[in-house]
């Protein structure tokens, strides 16, 4: 098991950026890949970007490509999404999670093992 816990999460106006972190503690981190997904009021959660235990490769919803990039330390047992050119359909409570082993093969919250508490973004227009 690890314990994951998020931080950078806040208010931004349309067009701006936040940065979230994702430290973890617990089991061997550079061995798993990760993830960030995100859920808005009212809505399923929902999958937003992941990447590989090396970092080699990433995956992204289709419509945050572009704006935002995951990426991670496993010297560090941190991983960030940088999340640029905001839009108000990106507020939601974001979170990050641990993969069941170092390749990405599913997009779905099932794919995934240990959860942090999530961070809260919210951009206003």
């Known amino acids: 098991q690890v314990q994951l816990v998020e931080s950078g999460g806040g208010l931004v106006q349309a067009g701006g950026s936040l940065a979230l972190t994702c430290a973890a503690a617990?089991?061997?981190?550079?061995?798993?890949?990760m993830g960030w997904f995100r859920q808005a009021p009212g809505k399923e959660r929902e999958f937003v970007a992941a990447?590989?235990?090396?970092?080699?490769?990433?995956y992204y919803k289709d419509s945050v490509k572009g704006r935002f990039t995951i990426s991670r330390d496993n010297a560090k047992n941190t991983v960030y999404l940088r999340m640029n050119s905001l839009k108000p359909e990106d507020t939601a409570v974001y979170y990050c999670?641990?993969?069941?082993?170092?390749?990405?093969?599913?997009?779905?919250?099932?794919?995934?093992?240990?959860w942090g508490q999530g961070t809260q973004v919210t951009v206003s227009s």
């Open positions: 617990g089991r061997t981190f550079s061995s798993y890949a």
């Open positions: 999670a641990s993969g069941r082993s170092g390749i990405v093969t599913d997009r779905t919250p099932s794919g995934y093992v240990d």
């Open positions: 990447i590989t235990w090396n970092g080699k490769s990433t």
